[in-house]
């Protein structure tokens, strides 16, 4: 399955208490590869983003089965993300969301997903563009993943050797016509 041999960018979430091992796709490293020209890094992120988006299509469209819940978490300053005033004020940088109980109008689209949430009893909606999301953990299975956010700056490149010109070299200069047969 490709998400058992390409999941170089899960690791476990350790928020829950007590630290639990989270159940995981894979034991590839985590190590970026930068050889490639290939951004497997950026392809493999998308890819377990796109397990976010089909968990939470079918929720808005069942309903949370069982025990299952989530925690979400994300960037606030990330572009695209809607959240109210005093939200991005108690959370300049990043928070934390509970889809369990008590939310309502889950929507899921190519972009994100927007939810009403309450917050200390007063209601919210949200919209998080899924390259905001930094980690997602179901507790009642043990699954969790965490990303790398898509603002993050890139790596620095790697430094480029300078070219030198060819070493000329200096002395005697032995000419090869002597040596000629004429």
């Not at 939310?103 to 919210?124: C, H, M, R, S």
Request: hydrophobic share 40%.
């Amino acid at each position: 399955m490709f998400l058992r041999a390409h999941t170089a960018i899960i690791r476990c979430i350790t928020r829950l208490d007590p630290p639990a091992p989270a159940r995981h796709l894979g034991a590839v490293t985590s190590e970026p590869v930068s050889d490639s020209l290939i951004p497997y890094d950026e392809i493999v992120q998308n890819a377990l983003r796109s397990v976010v988006r089909r968990v939470l299509e079918t929720v808005a469209a069942e309903g949370l089965p069982g025990a299952h819940h989530f925690y979400i978490a994300f960037r606030t300053k990330h572009p695209g993300v809607i959240i109210p005033k005093h939200l991005a004020e108690r959370f300049p940088d990043e928070m934390t969301i509970v889809v369990q109980h008590r939310y309502w109008d889950l929507g899921v689209d190519d972009e994100g997903f927007q939810i009403g949430l309450t917050f200390n009893q007063v209601p919210a909606k949200l919209h998080v563009p899924y390259g905001a999301i930094t980690g997602f953990v179901d507790p009642a299975v043990n699954f969790a993943l965490q990303f790398t956010p898509s603002d993050a700056p890139p790596p620095p490149p790697e430094p480029i050797a300078e070219e030198r010109p060819p070493e000329t070299q200096t002395g005697n200069v032995v000419t090869l016509d002597r040596f000629r047969k004429k």
